[in-house]
Nanobody, 116 residues
Framework: QLQLVESGGDLVQPGGSLRLSCAASSGFTLRNYAIGWFRQAPGKKREGVSCITSTAGNLDYAYSVKCRFTISRDNAKNTVYLQMNSLKPEDTAVYSC????????WGKGTLVTVSS
């Protein structure tokens, strides 16, 4: 079964850091596909955060996280990461990873809470 599973969400102080992971199930070769990170805060629409192409040749970030977050992938571990630094309360959201191919698939999400 093709699945994406996020992990790494936690309660963190403002200014702190977290690394989120998006791991693919066996048989799902994540290295072949572009992956995006999205987030949805309570009462708000889901927004794109970052994306990475299959070759990692292109990376993109939302303005709100640019210079603070870094997306990367480890093909040996079949995992995509989102390193989040200098976290702000407004970063609080459920973070989900997404693959458009071979068919649209979302992870269930991991909760990031930034609060003092």
């Amino acid at each position: 079964q093709l699945q994406l599973v996020e992990s790494g969400g936690d309660l963190v102080q403002p200014g702190g850091s977290l690394r989120l992971s998006c791991a693919a199930s066996s048989g799902f070769t994540l290295r072949n596909y572009a992956i995006g990170w999205f987030r949805q805060a309570p009462g708000k629409k889901r927004e794109g955060v970052s994306c990475i192409t299959s070759t990692a040749g292109n990376l993109d970030y939302a303005y709100s996280v640019k210079c603070r977050f870094t997306i990367s992938r480890d093909n040996a571990k079949n995992t995509v990461y989102l390193q989040m630094n200098s976290l702000k309360p407004e970063d609080t959201a459920v973070y989900s990873c997404y693959a458009e191919r071979p068919f649209p698939i979302w992870g269930k999400g991991t909760l990031v809470t930034v609060s003092s």
